[in-house]
């Protein structure tokens, strides 16, 4: 394989699709070496097949709003690869959506899936609605809206969503609702993330969050460190933010910083549990300001307008937002700062300058492929739930992702050891997913 001929082959083809081009830059780049001890993948294109997704469907979603005006969106679903599984990747909904950053995410979780050890190919969707200012109403007349077209594109054999940013329990709940009108099919297994009366798993709002923090404590073991009293960043106040805020604060870290897109708040004292519960009544809200977290909390919470979690200093940087959220320059603020690591618990939340400023400055880093994980792990573990009509208790699953989040941190340790012994996460996590989805393709021939 030449990584730059590839490269230059897709942006003549998909011209401006950046995210996508970027995801897969990563990728290639990691995993060129490897991929040509193999001649075989060669021989079959695997790279030139798997960087393309097997089809997308675009639909248009009309839908009418509070004031009786219709509105317009465009709903889409990228089934990137099967290689190893039924489709599976959550739906997000985002102003900024389009089919470039959906082609990045689907070509993410086709890795990702594969890391988890579980059997599931990649994909994901979407729309570009945005929920910011939307009543409870008019967010389920866009869910209803959204389903009448993509319910023929899935199943719980086929094609199986979840959530993302912008789609959390509530959305996942009207959603199934209207799946079940359409297609008459009263299985489950057909979206994860659901509500725990019907066919939810326990701990699987927790668990991207969870997770990542499960991952956070294995990569610093291994650098014979402890996460004990250590100050934390993170961006964001969502369903993963709000995990990961959880899990930190019980492992004994101090999360002092929290943020959204107008600014970041400040809390010293370390987050408490009301802040965090706060966090699920901020993004009930719709109202995506962070701020009001500042306004519920005064005295120990303070915001400021316009700034990044990445200004606060910290040991423990941890981006649980959207991608590239955290340039170089905010890389360097961070070390500046005595920041010494940096898990990506969003997708490609850090920038390529970023990501080479941390590993040419010895700052411990891992990607979200490798860190996030867990999110759709549990939706795997929800999937085996569904199919065989009982729910596991909170332990069990608990313990399996730990299992799964300790085995992807030993993926990335197998295929990511650097000569002085110091591990390269990024290479890691894209090979080890890499080899898998690849091999998985050639054994099943040029299809
Ligand atoms: O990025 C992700 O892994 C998710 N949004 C979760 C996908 C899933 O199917 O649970």
Redesign the pocket.
Known sequence: MNTNEILAKLRAKYPGENEYLQAVQEVLESVEEVYNQHPEFEKAKIVERMVEPDRIFTFRVTWVDDQGQVQTNTGYRVQFNSAIGPY?????FHKAVTPSMLKF?GF??TF??ALTTLP?GG??GGSDFDPVGKSNDEIMRFCQAFMLELWQCIGPDQD??????G?GGREIGYLYGMYKKLARQYNTGVL??KGSTWGGSIL?PE??GFGALYFTQHLLEKAGKDIKGKKIALSGFGNVAWGAATKATELGAKVVAISGPDGVCHIPGGITKEMIDYMLVMRASNRNKVEDMAVKFPGACEFVAGKKAWSIPVDIALPCAFQNELSEDDAKELAANGCWCCCEVS?MGCQPGAIHYFQNNGILFAP?KAV??G??????L?MTQNAEHISWDAKEVDDKLHFIMKSIHEQCVKFGTRADGSVDYVKGANIAGFMKVATAMLEQGTV
């Open positions: 599976k990747g959550g739906l997000r995410l993410e979780q990702k899936n599931m994909a994901k199986i969503p979840a959530g993302d940013v789609v994860t993330g699987r668990a991207t997708n979200g996030n994980a999110g759709v792990a549990t939706s795997g929800e």
